[in-house]
């Protein structure tokens, strides 16, 4: 007899969905998760802080109110960097509660720390030292993906933070060189040489999960060490790549801009 029908290791969106539609099938169902990413990177350091930003400046900046108010029109004269954590921080703690809110409605019991299999149907959880064990007839690993931490590159989450040190904006200098893959929308917004360095990128399938990566990962992290160290080595060049990145933010991706592109997109497929 195992303590759990099905164990999802992991509480981000798959990890969420997995175990309620579980739940809805009368299963016993548990969840294990560190205290502190309940909800996963999606919440804590991924898709929510990073829109949560965003928000927060468009808000305090007052742009959304200027067509009523004028152009002059601000929410708060002086905007800092407490201004911009103290609302990240309060949207992420209220999402983490909304997570926790919906796995107890559904009757999944949450186990908090990491997770290791020790056996088929054997999890052992470390939670800060302190050490348990459960079983399960299934296990769902829904762990996600962490950035890619190159051993030849020191992050210090002050000079050289990755993707998930953004959130912590102490560490974050307002103009910053962005050392980053030529993939998705990247390109669009790292012009490579001026406001940041780009890595070459050629993901593809890892193996039979279908986890996507890069084709040659030892090549992908010494050319990610390599730029990182370039910018390292010249304080100068960063600090210029850093402040051409905030006038290329504020000409390119302004209001103003976005909606030119906006109606230059429109006016070309209906002509």
């Known amino acids: 007899m195992y303590d759990y029908d099905l164990v999802v290791i992991g509480s981000g969106p798959g990890g969420q969905k997995a175990a309620i539609a579980a ?22 350091t991924g898709t929510i802080p990073s829109k949560t930003l965003r928000e927060a400046i468009l808000y305090l900046t007052g742009v959304d109110q200027r067509e009523i108010y004028g152009q002059s029109y601000r929410v708060k004269d002086d905007i800092t960097v407490a201004d911009l954590t103290a609302r990240t921080r309060h949207v992420v703690s209220r999402e983490s509660d909304v997570v926790r809110s919906q796995l107890a409605r559904n009757r999944v019991t949450i186990l908090q720390g990491t997770g290791y299999f020790v056996g088929p149907h054997s999890i052992e959880i470390d939670d800060g030292g302190r050490t348990r064990k459960v ?137």
């Open 135 to 271: 079983t399960a007839d299934k296990v769902v690993i829904a762990t996600g993906t962490r950035p890619a931490r190159p051993a030849s590159v020191e992050f210090d989450e002050r000079t050289i933070i990755d993707s998930d040190g953004i959130v912590n904006l102490e560490a974050m200098a307002c103009e910053a060189a962005v050392v980053a893959t030529a993939t998705g929308g990247i390109p669009e917004v790292v012009d490579d040489g001026v406001t940041g360095l780009l890595v070459p990128y050629d993901p593809v399938e890892q193996g039979a999960s279908g986890e996507v990566g890069p084709a040659d990962p030892a090549q992908f992290a010494r050319d990610i060490a390599e730029r990182v160290n370039i910018l390292v080595a010249d304080p100068a060049r960063a600090a210029a790549m850093g402040r051409a990145g905030r006038r290329r933010v504020i000409e390119r991706f302004n209001w103003e801009g976005a909606a030119r592109r906006t109606i230059e997109v429109y006016e070309s497929v209906t002509r």
């Open 23 to 44: 739940a809805k099938l009368d299963r016993r169902v548990a969840v294990v998760e560190r205290p502190e990413m309940l909800g996963g990177v999606c919440v804590n």
